[in-house]
């Protein structure tokens, strides 16, 4: 499975950016979404690689703090493509931020035999300045 992040750039504080996430394997498009935890993290240069939101098994958003309330996680309904409707950007906002399918959607899913989720996108940089 390979997952496809678009959407990052340069902006200024205070402006916004969508992040998108497409899921594939052999070029066509998969729900890996549908059994793996779409999620979205970030790296800035000298930090550790940090989880910035997730869509939890109830359907709804888990943000960390530094970014609640600016962000926004979404999924489509086939569960192929999520998104990261990013506002009022901060100049600390500013990283590589990687798409993941990173584990199982929910416990039921758990039990899936010979289920895999560890995929991850190539990253895209934000860069937010002053």
């Known amino acids: 499975v390979l997952l496809l992040e678009s959407g990052g750039g340069s902006v200024q504080a205070g402006g916004s950016l969508k992040l998108s996430c497409g899921a594939s394997e052999n070029g066509i498009p998969v729900n890996v979404f549908s059994r793996c935890r779409p999620a979205w993290y970030r790296q800035a240069p000298g930090l550790e690689r940090e989880l910035v939101s997730f869509i939890n098994p109830g359907g709804t958003g888990w943000y960390g703090d530094s970014v609640k309330g600016r962000f926004s996680i979404s999924e489509d309904n086939d569960k192929r493509s999520m998104y990261l409707q990013m506002n009022s950007l901060k100049t600390e906002d500013t990283a590589v931020y990687y798409c993941?399918?990173?584990?199982?959607?929910?416990?039921?899913?758990?039990?899936?035999?010979?289920?895999?989720?560890?995929?991850w996108g190539q990253g895209t940089q934000v860069t937010v300045s002053s």
């Open positions: 993941a399918a990173d584990r199982p959607r929910s416990s039921a899913h758990l039990r899936l035999p010979g289920l895999k989720c560890d995929y």
